[in-house]
């Protein structure tokens, strides 16, 4: 069985040392009031929290992809063993809680702490925690737009994990593209709403964790306009609630039938019919995209977290058969007295686990990083501050959803691959790693659509403002460590790389304004343009741990090698990961042009594009 734990002494380092984030969040006082920005809690809780996710969710993991999901003839839908029971222990510790409001039952622990929470979920059993994290989408929606009735009734029963959410946008015919959705709201005469149509692909649409479940719904009003600027949220219980607050009627809302996918088996992905279901309006007629936003943002973030979770594990899995496994001689031997020496002395199997702890320690800060942004973003008393925060969130989320699901599907395939043949064997557990990773790459928007929100809308529309942001903060960093020998080619190769980030959007921005084709030019190297940009964020990241760590040896404080292993994984970063970012340079550069062919290369009679 795989193992993993917890990567407890990383997050205390990037918690305490990089982020400082205690001192920070005390500046907020909704933590300072309600206790909850004390580093030791913050520790605490995060003991506890690898204690549940080692022994309650690691061992469901092979049985979730074993067994996936059953839907019964009347709809209903059994989940593999041992689920429902980690989600009753998982509710009674109070998990689904942590950082929501108080107001309505939560714990108003700070954003940073539930955002490790979830990157040990995903890393122990990603399937299984699909079902809270899609609720606490649904959370964030309801509880930012919903009207005080809809939240005095749903979300206390959200925040106790009583009742799951989901969040139904896609339709067989409508993924990327919301806009043309077909499912209709009629508004009836008591002030709800009747819900008519099919959503596929709805993550935990139907279980028997909860005893009912609650859909946000995208749907069209009758009578609205078309595209996004048509399409509300409303919130469809699968029971509908009496006035008590107990569950009553069934509502109009069945599960048809369940996906068989690649992998996340023991998650429902289930095909829902909506007949005349009743619904309540979320937030603003016709601003559903808007509202949706919200929770797709969290989500999306949540997304990104499942690569991170991913990646962390299989590489932890990788090194402890690299450490056993013995083949071929390496010179000086490592076990002269026997035929074969362990297989982490060769430079090839040293490079792919550097390469995963490289990605994932990078993306763990990135990811902390962003969720003290967010708390800051909605708890700091200062306008300004909560700005600069906003920005960066809406600047890093795309890079967090994408860079980390590709970097976490590429560890897993690294790793099964540091497994040799026994990597693609079931009983290893290496081959569920790559077939759970391959979907963060695609829901949620995939990456080539992240892509696009990012240097379109992030970065393009917004005229470069918060790139320029982003680009001073990396700048004042290099400045304050001129002089500092032991970064010096670190930071040298970043501050190129900073600056080439900028020419490169000038270079596009230029194209995307040259006339009609300007769009395909943005559209042809968004992907290779968010890797670039992800690759300076962890260089950013990885040359201040490498700073801090220089300190601490220096100190003679690194009894354990914690911190010289954090400057020589930054040194191979630099080395062997960041200078991809000189290909990408040149493929950002090459555009359009090589794309735009003859479209008889593609039996098509009639040119759609080339010519
Ligand atoms: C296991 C699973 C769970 C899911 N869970 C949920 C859920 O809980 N709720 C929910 O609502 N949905 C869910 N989805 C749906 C998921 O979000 C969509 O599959 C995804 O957004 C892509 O939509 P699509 O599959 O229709 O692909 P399409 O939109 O048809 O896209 C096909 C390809 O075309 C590309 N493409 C499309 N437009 C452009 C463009 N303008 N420029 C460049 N490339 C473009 C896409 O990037 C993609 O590569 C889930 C899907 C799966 C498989």
Redesign the pocket.
């Known amino acids: 069985m795989p193992v993993y734990k917890a990567p407890l002494r990383d997050v205390k380092f990037l918690m305490h040392e990089l982020l400082d984030a205690p001192a920070q969040l005390a500046k907020m006082p909704f933590y300072a009031e309600n206790d909850t920005a004390d580093g030791d809690l913050m520790n605490q809780v995060l003991e506890e929290a690898a204690r549940f996710v080692e022994g309650e969710l690691l061992p469901l993991n092979a049985v979730g992809d074993q067994e996936g999901c059953v839907r019964h003839d009347d709809g209903s839908v059994t989940t593999p063993t041992g689920f429902k029971a980690a989600y009753n222990k998982y509710r009674a510790a109070g998990w689904t809680a942590l950082d929501a409001d108080p107001a309505f039952g939560g714990q108003g622990m700070p954003h940073l702490v539930s955002n490790v929470l979830v990157e040990m979920m995903n890393s122990t059993n990603v399937a299984w925690s699909m079902y809270p994290g899609?609720s606490h989408g649904a959370y964030s929606a309801l509880h930012a737009v919903g009207s005080e009735e809809l939240k005095a009734i749903y979300l206390p029963k959200i925040v106790s994990g009583e009742w799951t959410g989901?969040?139904?946008?896609?339709e067989p015919h409508?993924?990327?593209?919301l806009g043309i959705i077909r499912t209709k709201a009629t508004a009836n005469a008591d002030g709800s709403y009747a819900i008519s149509g099919t959503?596929i692909?709805?993550?935990?649409?139907e279980h028997d964790l909860t005893p009912n479940i609650v859909h946000l719904v995208l749907a069209r009003l009758e009578g609205s306009p078309e595209g996004t600027k048509g399409i509300s949220l409303f919130l469809v219980p699968k029971f509908l609630v009496n006035e008590d607050g107990s569950i009553g009627e069934r509502n109009g809302v069945v599960c048809g039938s369940l996906?068989h996918?690649m992998g996340?088996h023991g998650n429902a992905?289930a095909l829902l019919n909506f007949d005349g279901a009743t619904g309540y309006l979320v937030g603003e007629i016709n601003k559903g995209m808007n509202h949706m936003f919200i929770m797709m943002n969290a989500a999306r973030l949540g997304t990104g977290l499942q690569g991170l979770g991913i990646g962390e594990t299989a590489y932890q899995n990788a090194l402890a058969y690299a450490k056993d496994r013995t083949q071929m001689r390496h010179e000086p031997r490592v076990n002269p007295a026997e035929n074969a020496d362990p297989i982490i002395v060769h430079p090839d199997v040293r490079r792919m686990l550097l390469t995963g702890k490289a990605y994932t320690e990078a993306g763990r800060a990135m990811a902390m990083w962003l969720a003290l942004s967010i708390d800051t973003e909605h708890h700091h008393p200062d306008e300004a501050a909560r700005k600069e925060a906003a920005d960066l969130v809406a600047l890093l989320t795309p890079i967090a959803k994408a860079f980390m699901t590709d970097n976490g599907f590429n560890i897993a395939v690294q790793s099964q691959q540091v497994f040799g043949g026994h990597g693609y064997i079931r009983e290893w557990g290496m081959e569920q790693y790559v077939r759970d990773a391959r979907?963060g790459q695609?829901?949620?928007?995939?990456n080539?659509?992240q892509s696009?929100d990012l240097l379109g809308r992030k970065v393009l529309m917004d005229g470069g403002k918060k790139l320029q942001k982003l680009a001073a903060t990396l700048q004042t960093f290099i400045e304050e460590n001129e002089g500092d020998d032991d970064l010096a080619s670190m930071l040298d190769q970043l501050g190129k790389a900073a600056n080439q980030l900028g020419s490169l959007t000038m270079v596009v921005g230029q194209k995307a304004m040259s006339g009609p084709e300007g769009a395909d030019e943005v559209?042809a190297v968004a992907v290779d343009y968010l890797r670039f940009f992800g690759h300076v964020v962890y260089g950013y990241l990885w040359a201040r741990m490498a700073k801090i760590a220089h300190a601490k040896i220096a100190a003679g404080q690194d009894r354990d090698g914690f911190y010289l292993a954090k400057v020589q994984t930054a040194q191979f970063y630099f080395a062997k990961l960041f200078p991809e970012t000189k290909a990408l340079a040149a493929t950002i550069k090459a555009g359009n042009e090589s794309l735009a062919v003859d479209d008889r290369m593609f039996g098509l009679e009639r040119a759609l594009v080339g010519a």
Do not use: R
């Open positions: 899609l989901t969040m139904c946008l896609t409508a993924g990327t593209d959503k692909f709805i993550s935990a649409g996906e996918k996340i992905t979907i695609i829901y949620e928007g995939t080539g659509i696009l559209n």
